[in-house]
Structure formats: structure tokens, C-alpha cells
């Protein structure tokens, strides 16, 4: 069998100017994760990351903490969705809130959670640059792309963010996805509880992929353990 392990990104830099980059705390867990992998012998054959710059960031501090270095690509389909775009057409939509970088991180995940609601529930579609629907091909595809990868025996490393390691776990815990709103509250559980730089197992054999542990993060602890 072949195994993905998808890695959510390290702590990016909420409220700062550029939000797509690691926190000093996300550079921090990403080297533990390289660290952790490299003591218990874990090499990918290769890393598969998005072209955000969180991910790039990810890649580079777990290959410091590493005493092996994987060769990596970038599939752009394990980028994760515009979630500033996702809350900024909530307020839009007349719901009186302010954009995401006047609110702290209680009152963000709050409007996040509201707006995601609205995004995957599908009726205001035009909104939105990709709707929830693209947003699930979209990753599918990449599943498949990156399960290809792992082929027989191989060991493939995805640096992903929430969304699309989310709606991975969602479409094998519910793979006919014919309930559009199981699938979406099934997506918005997982989302809401991934770690920076958790690690997700996917083994991939002969019937297909299958999710075999989900939010591992041993590798850290205290304040080192962040959501968001």
C-alpha cells in the first residue's frame, strides 16, 4: 500500500499585513514536524505542496529539522480556498460584519464558521471567484493526482491547509457524498479542529484511498498546539 500523510501548514500570521507566511510559532512546529518525521525514519519520496507561500514556508522549516530531504512539486489543487473572500461576501451579503482583518481570532472564527455556512450551502454561488462544488473537484483531483504518486509501497508528503485536508476526510468518511449538507457539516467538523502541521493518514491500495488516522500532532505540545 502507499501512504499520504497530509500536513496542514505551520501557524500563518493572522492580522499581520501578509497573512500568507508562517508565524515565528509556525516556523517553530514546522521544524518539529521535519524533526519528528526524520527520528521514526519517515522519508517521503517526494512533497507535494500548494503554491501559497505558507506552504512553501512549511516545506523549508521541516527540511531544516530533517535529516533527510525530500525533492518537492507544487500541485496548485492543495491550495486552500479564499477564506478572507468567503467572510468578506458574508458582510457583503448585509450581515453587518467588519472584514476579517478587524477581528480578533474568537470573533474571526465565529464569522469564519457563519460564512463557510453560507458558502458550501451552494444558493449564493455567484458570490464567490470558486464555489464550494469547484473547490471539492478541485481537491479531488488532487487526491488522485498525489494517491498516483504514492503508487505501491511509496510515501508521499502533502503540504495542504485545513479546507482541502478537510474535504479529503470528508469525501472517505463519505465517499457517495449524495447529501450535499452530511458532506458540508462533515467538511466544517474536520475544518475546525485541524492543527498546524497535524499530520492526516491516508493509506492508498488496490479498492482505493482510505483515511487511516486523522490529526496527529505528537510532535507538539503547549502553546506550540494553535488552530487558526
Excluded at 493572522?14 to 508562517?22: I, N, Q
Excluded at 465517499?175 to 479542529?193: H, I, K, Q, S, Y
Amino acid at each position: 500500500m502507499g501512504v499520504l500523510l497530509l500536513v496542514r501548514h505551520g501557524q500563518a500570521s493572522f492580522g499581520a499585513e501578509d497573512y500568507d507566511v508562517l508565524s515565528d510559532l509556525g516556523w517553530e512546529q514546522s521544524r518539529r514536524l521535519g524533526r519528528w518525521l526524520s527520528e521514526r525514519g519517515v522519508r517521503p519520496d517526494v512533497i507535494l505542496r500548494g503554491d501559497m507561500k505558507r506552504h512553501r514556508d512549511t516545506v523549508e522549516a521541516m527540511k531544516a529539522g530533517s535529516a533527510g530531504v525530500s525533492r518537492s512539486e507544487v500541485d496548485q489543487g492543495w491550495n486552500e480556498f479564499d477564506h478572507l473572500g468567503v467572510v468578506g461576501a458574508l458582510s457583503r451579503s448585509g450581515a453587518g460584519l467588519p472584514t476579517g482583518r478587524d477581528l480578533d481570532r474568537r470573533e474571526f472564527q465565529q464569522a469564519f464558521e457563519l460564512a463557510t455556512q453560507r458558502w458550501t450551502g451552494g444558493e449564493n454561488d455567484a458570490d464567490y471567484p470558486e464555489t464550494y462544488a469547484a473547490f471539492r473537484s478541485r481537491v479531488a483531483a488532487a487526491l488522485e493526482r498525489a494517491s498516483a504518486a504514492a503508487g505501491p509501497g511509496g510515501t508521499v508528503a502533502v503540504i495542504s491547509s485545513g479546507g482541502p485536508i478537510a474535504a479529503v476526510c470528508a469525501a472517505l468518511v463519505d465517499p457517495t457524498g449524495e447529501d450535499p449538507a452530511t458532506f458540508a457539516r462533515l467538511w466544517g467538523r474536520f475544518n475546525t479542529v485541524c492543527v498546524n502541521t497535524a499530520v492526516t493518514r491516508v493509506v492508498v491500495g488496490s479498492t482505493g484511498s482510505r483515511l487511516l488516522t486523522f490529526n496527529e500532532h505528537p510532535h507538539l505540545d503547549g502553546d506550540l498546539i494553535t488552530y487558526r
